[in-house]
């Protein structure tokens, strides 16, 4: 059983910055697509950004593209979303969640695996 437990969470600025962390275990890290997904209160669940392990290619939303970036590391079976220039829209909790591919971002009903989630604060 895949397990998902992300960290990283907080309260910034506008215009500040985090790095939300999401550690795989119970699975042999190889061929997932890895994606990171908001909900904000009233919200309906969004895709912000994927990743496809085999081959390290990624996939945004438009509303983060060139403030959001997602890796990984394989070695330590961790992803990673590296978050700058935030905004108070961008305030949710952040779910980390696994599938077999193809990525797709959407709202995430494709994916089989996800974590507890993570809360994001953005204070204008």
């Known amino acids: 059983q895949l397990q998902l437990v992300e960290s990283g969470g907080g309260s910034v600025q506008a215009g500040g910055s985090l790095r939300l962390s999401c550690t795989a275990s119970g699975y042999t890290y190889s061929d997932y697509c890895m994606g990171w997904f ?14 496809y392990t085999r081959g ?30 935030l905004k108070p829209e961008d ?5 980390c969640a696994a599938d077999p591919p193809p990525c797709t971002l959407n709202n995430g009903v494709e994916y ?10 953005v204070s204008s």
């Open 91 to 95: 305030a949710a909790m952040y779910y």
């Open 56 to 85: 390290s290619n990624t996939y945004y939303a438009d509303s983060v593209k060139g403030r959001f970036t997602i890796s990984r590391d394989a070695t330590k079976n961790t992803l990673y979303l590296q978050m700058s220039s």
């Open 38 to 51: 908001r909900q904000a209160p009233g919200k309906e669940r969004e895709g912000v950004a994927a990743i």
């Open 112 to 121: 089989d695996y996800w974590g507890q989630g993570t809360q994001v604060t």
